[in-house]
Every structure is written in structure tokens, then in C-alpha cells.
């Protein structure tokens, strides 16, 4: 008998490929064959039920052309809640043909309500800002956008908190909606998916809950680092997963950090999210940050339409907001709020004042010493002069520009700076500060200049 399964498993290899045999066929480990009953033990009953309904007439035939008699499969694996052994008999009378079809045929239900999660509508393509830290993984979701073959399944996105993995996903499943009504999409998070699995196996309906996520022609799960360390979740995903991609259904997928370092998720599982196309979104740069402050504002100044933001502000914010697009966001939010209170333009003074707390948390360690250091290095000048009394333009310009840097790079205060520069009274600084945000706009050696020396310090 034990030949004759070996014959039967090579028979399956070969007729149905080795994706299908690797992820189903393998993990059926014979135990014993009594009175026309073949007995397997399996890892879970997901496995016992999908090698039952898909391949069971299949694996029967085949041990009859092998001269053995086989009239029932037998199934033995673990409960996964439980951890009672269970043993499962195929129903013979019920058990209609599927064999054929199920080598093609994904259950294709179009009646079964997906339980996608709501997509923001702010979250498309158009509304996407691209820039060198994401554009490769703009472009990977744009090809799963437009549909077409799979060419690279599942995609996976990954980077830090805020970087717009949930905003690229969001935006994939309105361009497929969009392109095609019919498409059968569910987007959630692996949170929910989890959620599901457990009412699934609460209330015994695991045959919906298959049904349902093996229904889909494109399935999105979102921070999929949430399901580390859940086992039978996890289970459940690489079964789900295989099966969508045995039958060419694309899927995207986010975490948090690349699929090798998601700590406590099965190395199968790691393995095979690293098969389609891993890209990363990598943390946001100066120029990114500003273009997607421009691009809200031009949203906002829709929604305010009296409230004016200058555009050094944005470059201030861009400056000091490092990394994370949604405190970005929330500072916009904030500061047309608080314009929209006090009624009138808003200036760095206020900026710095309503925005204080998040301007503290993502200050970077530039200091007024390194500043004055560099500035000075940058136009030939000693150190001294710097703090020095003298007036002539030669120093006066670049102090200025030290001045400016020391407000916008660092979080101290207009006195504190006027004494740092030898003594000066805050209304010089200040006086610096409008010159300098003045000269950036007309000046465009000057705005240069800052823009290089900014780099320096913040490199
Ligand atoms: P993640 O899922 O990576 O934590 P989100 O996709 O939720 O981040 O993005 C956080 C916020 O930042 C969202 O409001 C999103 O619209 C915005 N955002 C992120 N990246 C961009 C971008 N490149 N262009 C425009 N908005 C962005
Ligand atoms: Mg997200």
C-alpha cells in the first residue's frame, strides 16, 4: 500500500504541478488502509477539507488504477482550539465530483458579500505625492492597479508608520474598482482577518470563512506584522494565500518592516512573501515632505478659502517634521485651525507657538554652535566675527543667515539665540529671520546657499 501511495503521490505531482503538490499533497502523512478506508493524519482540518472536496475523487481514482480499492478518505489531525483529535470520513454520497474542476476552479460565488473594510476617499493615486523615498513602491502598486497578468504576487510594501503603505493599498483598490465594477476586492487589515478566522471557528463556519476569502480575484491585507506570533491565524493565511496565488488571484500585502524581520511569523510564511515583489517606502526626504504639504494646502485652501499660509512656513515644517507624513498632516490640520481662530496670516512665530510639542518631538540635534561653526566655515569667516559687534555686510549677511538657521533648525528661543550671537537683542533675530525668509524669494544665490548649509547640518 505504501508503494502505491508513493506511485499515487508522483501521479499528482505530475498531473496537477508542483505549487498544488507542495502545498496540499505534502502534507498528507499515510497511516493505514482497513476495510476500503485510507487513513491520513493532516496539520488541520483546513487541509483535511480542501484535499477532501478538491482532490479526494482525484486520489481515489488514481489508487484504483492502482489495483487498490479505496471507498473513503480518512483524516485525522488536531482541533486547532481544542487540541482534541479528530477524525474525519469523507461523505461518499455527498461527496459530488469535484476533482476535475477543482484543478481550474477557484469557487467563484459572486454572490458572497465581501466584508471589505471602507476605503478612504482621500486615499487615491491622484492624491499620492511621489518622490525618490517611494517611488518604486508608487510604481509597483500602479502595475497592480491596472490590472492585467499577475506579474508579481503578492506585492508586498513595507516601511515605517505614516509612510503611506495603507494610502498605495487604498488607492490599488479604487483604481481596480474603478476599471473594473465586478472586480471581487477585499481589502482589510490582518487584524480583521484574524477577527474573522476566529468567529469563523467560533461559530463552526470555517466552510464560509474559506469560501468567502477564496472567492476573491484580488486580496489586500494590511500590516500583516499584527498576526506574528498567532499560529492558526497564520496557518490559515498561507493556506488562504495559496490558494489565491495557485490560482493567479493577485495579492498585496503591508507590514511594517521587510517579511525576514517580522519576528514570531513562520519562516514558510516569511518565504513565501518574499516570492513576488518586496518593496520598501523608505523614510520621507526634505523634498518629499515639502511637495506633500504643497499638495494639501492646495486641498485646504479649497475648504479655507480666507486663510493664506506662506510658503516658507511649509518649508519650515519640512524641515522640522521629519519622517512621518501624518504628523505632517496633523500640524496642516492644526495650523489652519488655529489661523482660522486668531484670523490672520500665520507666521513661523506662530507656527512654532501652536505646533510647539510635535516641533519638540521631532527636533534634530542641530545645535547653535555647529550652526555659527558652519555658517562661518561656509563664507570664510572666524567664528568670532560672528559674535562680534561689527556691522560691515560681509559678516552682517551670513550672521543673518546663521540667525535664521538657529530659528528654524533648532527649537530655542528668539532671546536665547540673540544671546548666543553676542549678546543681540530677540528683535534682531527676528529682524534676521523675515530678511533672510525675505531675500530666499529674490534672491536665488541666497536661497541656495541656506538650502546647503540646511543639508550640512541636518546631514
Ligand atoms: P501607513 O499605512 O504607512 O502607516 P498611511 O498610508 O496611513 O501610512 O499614511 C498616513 C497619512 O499620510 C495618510 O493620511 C496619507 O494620505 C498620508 N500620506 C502618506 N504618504 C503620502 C504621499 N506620498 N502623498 C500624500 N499623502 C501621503
Ligand atoms: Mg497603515
Known sequence: MERAWKNVRSSIQKELGNDIFN???????????????????????????????????????LFKKEG??????????????????VIKQTDKKNSNSKSDSSVTGLLTNSDIQLPSSPLDKRFTFERFVVGKPNELAHAAARRVAEG????????????????????????????????????????????????????????KDMHGFKELFRSVDILMVDDVQFIAGKESTQDEFFHTFNALVDHGKQIVISGDRAPGEIDGLEDRIKSRLAWGLVVDLHPTDYELRLGILQSKVEVQSKLHPGIYIDPGILEFLAHRISSNVRVLE?????????????????????????????????????????????????????????????????????????????????????????RRFGGRDHTTVIHAVKKIEDLKHKDLQIAEEVEILRRMLEA
Open 330 to 418: 496633523g500640524s496642516l490640520t492644526r495650523l489652519y485651525a488655529y489661523a482660522s481662530l486668531v484670523g490672520r496670516k500665520v507666521d513661523i512665530d506662530m507656527a512654532q507657538e501652536c505646533l510647539a510639542d510635535i516641533l519638540r518631538i521631532s527636533e534634530r540635534k542641530v545645535t547653535i554652535d555647529e550652526i555659527i561653526r558652519k555658517v562661518s566655515d561656509h563664507y570664510n569667516l572666524r567664528m568670532s566675527d560672528m559674535i562680534s559687534a561689527r556691522r560691515s555686510r560681509i559678516i552682517a549677511r551670513p550672521r543673518q543667515v546663521a540667525m535664521f538657521l538657529a530659528k528654524t533648525l533648532t527649537s530655542k528661543s528668539l532671546p536665547e539665540i540673540g
Open 148 to 203: 492585467g497578468a499577475v506579474t508579481f504576487n503578492p506585492l508586498f510594501l513595507y516601511g515605517g508608520v505614516g509612510l503611506g503603505k495603507t494610502h498605495l493599498m487604498h488607492a490599488i483598490a479604487w483604481q481596480t474598482q474603478n476599471r473594473n465594477p465586478d472586480a471581487r476586492m477585499l481589502y482589510l487589515s490582518a487584524e480583521q482577518f484574524m477577527y474573522r478566522f476566529v468567529q469563523a471557528l467560533r461559530f
Open 23 to 61: 502545498n496540499w499533497i505534502v502534507a498528507l502523512d499515510y497511516q493505514q488502509f482497513d476495510s476500503g478506508q485510507l487513513t491520513f493524519n493532516v496539520p488541520s482540518s483546513f487541509i483535511a477539507n480542501w484535499v477532501e472536496t478538491n482532490y479526494g475523487d482525484l486520489i481515489i481514482g
Open 68 to 85: 487498490w480499492n479505496v471507498t473513503a478518505l480518512v483524516f485525522e489531525y488536531k482541533d486547532l482550539i481544542s487540541g482534541k483529535d
